[in-house]
C-alpha cells in the first residue's frame, strides 16, 4: 500500500456525539468500501494542535482520485453533509505517498512531524533516522504529499471550508504513551517550526473486516 490520506481536524463543541456515531456507524464503513481502500484508521490527541488524526492506507496515491472515490465526495451522505456543515473544524487533509516505510508491527500511540515547505523529504528522513525501531518504537513512515496543483473543490470540503495542507510528515508508532511524548518533545526541540501531535489509536478497520 504506496497512498495515504492523512486528515488532521477538530470537532465542534456540542457535536462530539453525532460525530462518534457518524464515524463509527457510517463514515469510516463508507470509505473502506471504495475501491483501493485498505485500512483505516481513527486517532485522538494526547497532545496536539487539532483533536483527531484519522489515515486511510489506500493501494497507491491514484485511488484518492477514483471516479469512484470522487463520486463520495461529490455526493455525500445526508449525515455526512449535516457532519461537514457543523461538526468538522480547522480541518487539514493531504493525499500523500508512503515512503521509508519501516516495521510489520504497529504501534497504538502515533507521533506525527507534519511541515508544509517544499520538498520536506530530506528534512523528515533526518528526523527518521534519529529514531530506530527497537522495543518501544514499532513503526515509522514518511507521508510525502501527492497532490495536484490545481484540483477541483469537493462537496464535502464546500460544506465544511477550505482545507489546510501538508507537503509531507513523519509518522511514528510507539507502544506506550511515556515514549511517544519524549520522541515529540525531542523533535519539537530540532524541528520548532514543525506541527507535532501525539495520538492514541481509538480503533482500525481493514477492508477484509467488512462484512
Not at 471504495?34 to 487539532?50: D, H, L, M, Q, S
Not at 496515491?61 to 463520486?71: D, N, Q
Amino acid at each position: 500500500m504506496r497512498g495515504i490520506l492523512a486528515i488532521w481536524n477538530d470537532c465542534a463543541r456540542g457535536r462530539e456525539a453525532a460525530y462518534e456515531e457518524w464515524y463509527q456507524e457510517e463514515h469510516l464503513i463508507e470509505r473502506l468500501w471504495v475501491g483501493g481502500f485498505c485500512v483505516g484508521r481513527r486517532y485522538e490527541a494526547i497532545v496536539g494542535t487539532r483533536q483527531f488524526l484519522t489515515t486511510y492506507e489506500v493501494n497507491r496515491p491514484e485511488v484518492l482520485a477514483s471516479a469512484e472515490y470522487l463520486e463520495r465526495l461529490a455526493h455525500p451522505t445526508e449525515r455526512t453533509a449535516a457532519i461537514m456543515r457543523s461538526g468538522f473544524s480547522n480541518m487539514c487533509r493531504t493525499v500523500c505517498e508512503r515512503r521509508r516505510i519501516q516495521g510489520a508491527i504497529r504501534g497504538g500511540v502515533a507521533v506525527t512531524v507534519a511541515l508544509t515547505e517544499p520538498n520536506p523529504l530530506t528534512r523528515l528522513s533526518t528526523a527518521a533516522e534519529k529514531h530506530a525501531l527497537g522495543i518501544e518504537l514499532a513503526h515509522s513512515e514518511i507521508w510525502i504529499s501527492a497532490e495536484k496543483a490545481a484540483t477541483n473543490t469537493s462537496a464535502e470540503e464546500l460544506l465544511r471550508g477550505r482545507d489546510s495542507k501538508i507537503s509531507g510528515c513523519l509518522a511514528l508508532e510507539f507502544l506506550r504513551q511515556e515514549r511517544a511524548l519524549r520522541a515529540a518533545d525531542n523533535i519539537r526541540r530540532a524541528c520548532a517550526d514543525a506541527e507535532i501531535g501525539v495520538y492514541r489509536l481509538l480503533c482500525s478497520l481493514r477492508r477484509e473486516e467488512l462484512a
